[in-house]
């Protein structure tokens, strides 16, 4: 197989190697315009989802035998190819795993809109993750994989959030990064405008919900509530809504979902511009949810929701 590709790269102090390595720094991937992928589970879904923006792909002997996929996957889209040793592989990258790619920032699904976030045959998007200021690139990774793999339509990373070509947000996608729609840089305020106006204009306004430890309603209570709704059964918890005059969110409706800082959380200001406060229970002795995996329960909850709803499960 490793006959098939471009002339092997033996010197990991060549300028080129020095360059892909650079990527790893934002100074140099604004610079240049591209970015890294690292690892074959990366490298498969972008030369599989996102060829256009593929520069370059490197693999060493060993990898390029172990992942034949890639390779043909990456021929078949007419790329470039090259093997490389593992000395030069580390250059580039210690987190390569032998499997890398050089993408191009412009076109990538991190180049989205919230324009680009526009009804599709009439339909607005029903299922939105909102990140407000989180930091942390491996969980900004996390929640991309887990907002793809609920079926979600997009992910934003509002101003003040990790960038989202960060090396560590790629990786921690697995992939899924060339999934869906990423929206980078966006005022949380002008977000939720623009989808609640999209929505509108689609006739389903999304219903903005953020994810708060003190959230007023129980996101468990909310998954009961969707069920019984689904099956058309009453529940004694209507009847204890309808005395108090409470309206409680619907989660088989189209849904935004905010989630804040992993230390300070939402702000009152961020809290008060969403329709309600919803909290994920903790029933052990744990103190508190990893943000990644308070979103991705909270996302798999709207998901089931939904797809109750549709009559999908």
């Given at each position: 197989?490793?006959?098939?590709?471009?002339?092997?790269?033996?010197?990991?102090?060549?300028?080129?190697?020095?360059?892909?390595?650079?990527?790893?720094?934002?100074?140099?991937?604004?610079?240049?315009?591209?970015?890294?992928?690292?690892?074959?589970?990366?490298?498969?879904?972008?030369?599989?989802?996102?060829?256009?923006?593929?520069?370059?792909?490197?693999?060493?002997?060993?990898?390029?035998?172990?992942?034949?996929?890639?390779?043909?996957?990456?021929?078949?889209?007419?790329?470039?190819?090259?093997?490389?040793?593992?000395?030069?592989?580390?250059?580039?990258?210690?987190?390569?795993?032998?499997?890398?790619?050089?993408?191009?920032?412009?076109?990538?699904?991190?180049?989205?809109?919230?324009?680009?976030?526009?009804?599709?045959?009439?339909?607005?998007?029903?299922?939105?993750?909102?990140?407000?200021?989180?930091?942390?690139?491996?969980?900004?990774?996390?929640?991309?994989?887990?907002?793809?793999?609920?079926?979600?339509?997009?992910?934003?990373?509002?101003?003040?959030?990790?960038?989202?070509?960060?090396?560590?947000?790629?990786?921690?996608?697995?992939?899924?990064?060339?999934?869906l729609p990423v929206v980078t840089g966006a005022p949380l305020d002008a977000t939720l405008a623009e989808l609640r106006a999209r929505g509108a204009a689609a006739g389903a306004a999304p219903t903005v919900l953020a994810?708060?430890?003190?959230?007023?309603?129980?996101?468990?209570?909310?998954?009961?509530?969707?069920?019984?709704?689904?099956?058309?059964?009453?529940?004694?918890?209507?009847?204890?809504?309808?005395?108090?005059?409470?309206?409680?969110?619907?989660?088989?409706?189209?849904?935004?979902?905010?989630?804040?800082?992993?230390?300070?959380?939402?702000?009152?200001?961020?809290?008060?511009?969403?329709?309600?406060?919803?909290?994920?229970?903790?029933?052990?002795?744990?103190?508190?949810?990893?943000?990644?995996?308070?979103?991705?329960?909270?996302?798999?909850?709207?998901?089931?929701?939904?797809?109750?709803?549709?009559?999908?499960?």
């Amino acid at each position: 197989m490793t006959e098939r590709l471009d002339a092997q790269l033996t010197n990991p102090r060549a300028e080129r190697v020095r360059r892909v390595g650079g990527l790893s720094r934002r100074s140099a991937r604004r610079r240049h315009g591209q970015f890294l992928v690292e690892g074959p589970q990366g490298v498969r879904e972008a030369v599989v989802h996102a060829a256009r923006q593929v520069r370059d792909v490197y693999l060493t002997p060993a990898a390029a035998d172990r992942h034949p996929e890639i390779v043909a996957a990456a021929r078949a889209a007419r790329l470039h190819l090259h093997t490389a040793t593992a000395d030069v592989l580390d250059a580039m990258s210690e987190d390569a795993q032998g499997v890398l790619a050089v993408l191009d920032a412009a076109g990538a699904t991190t180049s989205a809109t919230l324009e680009d976030l526009a009804a599709v045959e009439g339909a607005a998007p029903r299922l939105v993750a909102v990140l407000a200021g989180v930091a942390d690139p491996g969980n900004a990774g996390t929640v991309i994989r887990a907002a793809d793999a609920a079926g979600a339509d997009a992910v934003v990373l509002t101003a003040g959030s990790v960038e989202a070509l960060n090396p560590k947000v790629v990786r921690s996608t697995a992939g899924s990064l060339f999934h869906l729609p990423v929206v980078t840089g966006a005022p949380l305020d002008a977000t939720l405008a623009e989808l609640r106006a999209r929505g509108a204009a689609a006739g389903a306004a999304p219903t903005v919900l953020a994810a708060d430890a003190a959230g007023e309603w129980d996101l468990d209570e909310l998954q009961d509530r969707a069920h019984s709704a689904a099956i058309g059964a009453a529940t004694t918890w209507d009847d204890a809504l309808a005395a108090t005059e409470l309206l409680a969110p619907d989660l088989a409706a189209p849904t935004v979902w905010v989630f804040g800082n992993e230390a300070h959380g939402l702000a009152p200001a961020e809290r008060d511009a969403c329709d309600a406060v919803v909290r994920v229970p903790i029933h052990g002795l744990a103190e508190s949810l990893n943000l990644a995996t308070a979103a991705t329960l909270c996302l798999y909850a709207s998901a089931r929701a939904q797809r109750r709803g549709d009559g999908r499960g």
